[in-house]
């Protein structure tokens, strides 16, 4: 439970960090979203979700978890 308690206060970061760091851009990109396609939003979602566990693999192929 702990460990869980870590990863969605990391998630928690690092979706906040865009807003911190480039709030203009943040508000046209979500200005932008409901123009896409639903296919378009999933392909984003699948890329993003693999990006994610690619890192966690070569993380844990390098031994750094």
């Known amino acids: 439970m702990v460990f869980f308690l870590y990863v969605l206060g990391m998630v928690l970061i690092i979706e ?3 807003y911190l760091t480039f709030p203009v851009f943040m508000k046209t990109l979500l200005k932008r979203i ?11 979602g699948l890329v993003i979700m693999l990006v994610g566990l690619a890192i ?10």
């Open 56 to 65: 966690i693999a070569l993380t844990h192929a390098k031994g750094l978890l």
């Open 34 to 44: 409901p123009e896409l396609t639903d296919l378009q939003l999933r392909l984003y």
């Open 16 to 18: 906040g960090l865009p």
